[in-house]
């Protein structure tokens, strides 16, 4: 646990995007949060589209005071399984099908993003597969962008996911686009614990 003083930002906050078809768009985000951590930054990471308890970041986050994560996402139905690391991840593809309640979520999650953007108490915001969001259609990109332009002035704010709309990576201050060149998944080497999930 990290009980030091937590400090907040003096520097004007930027918009930041990973994107693209290359895997570790979420996992860059948290190697950015990781370093804020160690500078006693407060940082959220809103998580769209996962609600897998079974993912390493979400019991990373309970060890620092300062860093609070919350998924929005339909429960996996094998989370606890996952976690034992009695089932392995990636073969079924339940998280990765849009089901009717993603509609809802996406929004609660939306408003959680608003929020944590315009309250002022976090240095980092990290709105994780919203880019996929947006594509999909469960969030308007226009009501993004309006809510990236009232966020406060101080917090870095971080957008994650495949397929950016151009619309955002105009307004970004930093687009970082992953291309896919090798994946152990075209192998058939499935999804392993600690370190795709």
Not at 61 to 85: E, I, S, T, Y
Not at 98 to 123: F, M, P, W
Request: glycine share 8%.
């Amino acid at each position: 646990m990290n009980d030091g003083p937590v400090r907040a930002r003096k520097t004007n906050g930027l918009i930041q995007v990973y994107t693209g078809t290359g895997k570790g768009k979420t996992t860059a985000s948290l190697g950015l949060v990781f370093r804020a951590l160690g500078h006693n930054f407060n940082v959220c990471m809103v998580q769209f589209l996962k609600g897998g308890t079974y993912l390493g970041e979400y019991e990373s986050a309970k060890k620092f005071r300062n860093f609070k994560l919350l998924q929005f996402g339909v429960d996996c139905p094998w989370a606890d399984q996952l976690k034992a690391g009695t089932l392995i991840c990636g073969s079924c593809r339940y998280c990765f099908n849009i089901l009717k309640d993603d509609v809802k979520q996406a929004e609660a999650a939306l408003k959680a993003s608003e929020e944590a953007l315009t309250s002022g108490a976090y240095d980092i915001v990290v709105l994780d597969e919203i880019n996929c969001v947006m594509n999909q259609g469960l969030v308007n990109t226009e009501d993004v962008i309006k809510l990236l332009k009232k966020k406060n002035r101080s917090t870095e704010v971080i957008l994650t996911g495949r397929s950016a709309p151009k619309e955002i990576i105009d307004i970004a201050d930093l687009v970082t686009e992953m291309k896919l060149v090798k994946h152990p998944m075209l192998k058939v080497i499935q999804s392993r614990l600690g370190i795709e999930y």
